[in-house]
């Protein structure tokens, strides 16, 4: 049994193929989100420093499971559309 939940790396013998797919679809749709309403908000982001940003891409030890992690960048993406368009988010 392995410590890995099945969708944290893709099996090179195609074992977790329909996990795997599932996030990668979670993903694409994520992403299309994002860059189908990109002409509404600025295609530049506002500046932060070198400490912000370390803090907001640190590595965690443990994994998360996908939906907290979508949820993580469904966050991150709402407060960066937020602060881009000052709230002309869709």
Request: aromatic letters at 2%; proline letters at 6%.
């Amino acid at each position: 049994m392995s410590v890995f939940p099945s969708n944290a790396f893709i099996d090179p013998a195609g074992n977790n193929r329909a996990e795997v797919e599932h996030v990668l679809h979670q993903a694409v749709t994520l992403l299309l989100e994002e860059m189908t309403q990109a002409d509404q908000r600025s295609p530049l982001p506002d500046s932060i420093s070198i400490e912000q940003l370390m803090q907001r891409t640190g590595i965690p030890e443990q994994s998360v499971n996908v939906n907290v992690l979508m949820d993580e960048v469904r966050s991150r993406r709402d407060v960066s559309c937020l602060l881009a368009t000052r709230n002309a988010c869709a």
